[in-house]
């Protein structure tokens, strides 16, 4: 089994920074494959905010592009995003996600969600 912990979610002015990280853990011996974020805001579906390779190769969502980074420290299991220019639309539950294979089992493993508010 494998577990992915997210952190740093808060409130923050409009304009402002945050740096939301994610690691996964597990009992097994396990290999990543894609990692990225996901976000939810009330009463709409979640939809992808960015993802990573293995390999580095990244892709956001046009309403980020310019203002989050994604980045990811495949020694250390880890994914984070840094969120600069922050707008109050972008208020969400934000979830880690990662492409894991764990064998026998190859799927998609979440985290719990972290909640990001932009808000003066």
């Known amino acids: 089994q494998v577990q992915l912990v997210e952190s740093g979610g808060g409130l923050v002015q409009p304009g402002g920074s945050l740096r939301l990280s994610c690691a996964a853990s597990g009992s097994r011996a396990f290999v990543i494959g894609n990692m990225g974020w996901y976000r939810q805001a009330p009463g709409k579906q979640r939809e992808l905010v960015a993802t990573i390779s293995s390999g580095g190769n990244t892709n956001y969502a046009d309403s980020v592009k310019g203002r989050f980074t994604i980045s990811r420290d495949n020694a250390k299991n880890t994914v984070a995003l840094q969120m600069n220019s922050l707008k109050p639309e972008d208020t969400a539950v934000y979830y880690c996600?990662?492409?894991?294979?764990?064998?026998?089992?190859?799927?998609?493993?979440w985290g719990q969600g972290t909640q990001v508010t932009v808000s003066s």
């Open positions: 996600y990662g492409n894991i294979a764990a064998l026998p089992t190859i799927r998609d493993y």
